[in-house]
């Protein structure tokens, strides 16, 4: 059986987001080891991704097995102070949209959690 590079999970994961708020309106995201000045910006999200167990869905050939692994996204919302929390959850819910049982590139994610499915 092939293995999940997490890696390219990863990515996938992080990419989507970060293509998402680049515009209209531009939010900066922040992902892990990534050097950042939040003194700068008023709004922001950042995205923390880790996986946790694994398993081996079928015992099948290289052709036809499945692989899972679970992970964890959390994303935290930063808006400016004093303002309520109406900007946070119209954030959320354009990011919610984005993750809310969706396939990409083998990686299902639904709400709260990522399974990656990969034939290998």
């Keep these: 059986m ?5 890696n390219t999970v990863r990515s996938t994961i992080e990419a989507r987001l970060a293509t998402e708020l680049a515009s209209s309106p531009a939010i900066p995201v922040v992902f892990n080891n990534m050097t950042f000045d939040s003194t700068t910006e008023d709004t922001f999200v950042q995205c923390l991704t880790s996986f946790g ?3 081996y869905l079928t015992q099948g050939d290289t052709s ?3 692989n899972n ?3 964890l996204i959390v994303l935290n919302i930063f808006t400016e102070e004093g303002i309520g929390a109406g900007s946070n959850y119209t954030i959320g819910k354009r990011i919610r949209d984005l993750y809310n ?3 990409v ?3 299902f994610m ?5 399974n990656y499915r990969k034939n290998a």
């Design 69 to 71: 692994v679970v992970g």
């Design 105 to 107: 590139s083998n990686v």
């Design 64 to 66: 036809n097995a499945f």
């Design 2 to 6: 092939a293995a999940i590079d997490l």
């Design 110 to 114: 639904r709400i709260f959690d990522g």
């Design 53 to 55: 167990a694994n398993q």
């Design 101 to 103: 049982r969706v396939t």
